[in-house]
T-cell receptor, first 112, second 116 residues
Framework: DTGVSQDPRHKITKRGQNVTFRCDPISEHNRLYWYRQTLGQGPEFLTYFQNEAQLEKSRLLSDRFSAERPKGSFSTLEIQRTEQGDSAMYLC??????????FGDGTRLSIL | GQQLNQSPQSMFIQEGEDVSMNCTSS?????WLWYKQDPGEGPVLLIA?????ELTSNGRLTAQFGITRKDSFLNISASIPSDVGIYFC????????????????FGQGTILTVHP
């Protein structure tokens, strides 16, 4: 399978815990994006990378959120001190410049 | 956050019928995209549009990039049960230097139900 891969697919954690998600993009794609999707809504942009550089962060990305793409390949999204409102599907997408974004199947986060 | 205005919110149709949905924005977009999402999965790209007035087909799907660059339309002809799902429009503005700006802005989705 050469699509966008996300791990884990599901994560259940207690409020206040830290969580980290991983995204492996399509191999030749230089851009990688993170989105958050809540029930009944479309995905909302969080941040994106071109190679290893983080080019934009949404105001939705509070200081408890951090994303990295250290070698310009896979990326991690960490949420510290999770809150109930962080419960959502976290989607990763990748693309080449000026090409459409292709999405993974997401990580569903549930905060107890 | 900002989202596009997508309508209708839901549709219940009989197998074989045609379907139309649209998306409008207060902002100009350089690229319009249509995705389909099944439960528990990520959005899957259906059609990408790059030029105002462009009409593009993918099998039974046809999408148009509005002349004003503020709207887009998706039509599905002769619907079948596997067309069931949530359809999203997404717009992408033009960035500096003529490259596509990274962020996609999505509509709220159209839930399509097809009765056999």
């Amino acid at each position: 399978d050469t699509g966008v891969s996300q791990d884990p697919r599901h994560k259940i954690t207690k409020r206040g815990q830290n969580v980290t998600f991983r995204c492996d993009p399509i191999s030749e794609h230089n851009r990688l994006y993170w989105y958050r999707q809540t029930l009944g809504q479309g995905p909302e942009f969080l941040t994106y990378f071109q190679n290893e550089a983080q080019l934009e962060k949404s105001r939705l990305l509070s200081d408890r959120f951090s994303a990295e793409r250290p070698k310009g390949s896979f990326s991690t999204l960490e949420i510290q001190r999770t809150e109930q409102g962080d419960s959502a599907m976290y989607l990763c997408a990748s693309s080449q410049t000026n090409q459409p974004q292709h999405f993974g199947d997401g990580t569903r986060l549930s905060i107890l | 956050g900002q989202q596009l205005n997508q309508s209708p919110q839901s549709m219940f149709i009989q197998e074989g019928e045609d379907v139309s949905m649209n998306c409008t924005s207060s902002s100009i977009f350089n690229t319009w995209l249509w995705y389909k999402q099944d439960p528990g999965e990520g959005p899957v790209l259906l059609i990408a549009l790059y030029k105002a007035g462009e009409l593009t087909s993918n099998g039974r799907l046809t999408a148009q990039f509005g002349i004003t660059r503020k709207d887009s339309f998706l039509n599905i002809s002769a619907s079948i049960p596997s067309d069931v799902g949530i359809y999203f429009c997404a717009g992408q503005p033009l960035g500096a230097g003529g490259t596509s700006y990274g962020k996609l802005t999505f509509g709220q989705g159209t839930i399509l139900t097809v009765h056999p």
